[in-house]
């Protein structure tokens, strides 16, 4: 079956980076576009960026230019790169696919900007 499983979240300082990583399995991987998704407290899940099979790569206007999406097929894994985080940044991360017209989710990493 398909599952996701994201880890990287953690708690950084107001301008710090880090870097969540979703590990993919039950699916071909190669052949999807992967998304990164966040909930922060009181708010509606919120798209962050997403990636085709080709590799095009699109974001939301909050985190454009801060944040950089990428995957690497052979690991069957997806990334997010986070620099320049700020609180409004803070949330529960989640990697996310669509396959076969049903939606997959992992169980989220907390990320929180605060000093």
């Known amino acids: 079956q398909v599952q996701l499983v994201e880890s990287g979240g953690g708690l950084v300082q107001p301008g710090g980076s880090l870097r969540l990583s979703c590990v993919a399995s039950?699916?071909?991987?190669?052949?999807?576009?992967m998304n990164w998704y966040r909930q922060a407290p009181g708010k509606e899940r919120e798209w962050v960026a997403g990636?085709?099979?080709?590799?095009?790569?699109n974001y939301a206007d909050s985190v454009k230019g801060r944040f950089t999406i990428s995957r690497d097929n052979a690991k069957k894994m997806v990334y997010l790169q986070m620099n320049s985080l700020n609180a409004e940044d803070t949330a529960v991360y989640y990697c996310?696919?669509?396959?076969?017209?049903?939606?997959?989710w992992g169980q989220g990493t907390q990320v929180t900007v605060s000093s």
């Open positions: 990636i085709s099979m080709i590799v095009e790569s």
């Open positions: 996310n696919a669509k396959v076969n017209y049903r939606s997959y």
């Open positions: 039950g699916f071909p991987f190669s052949n999807y576009a």
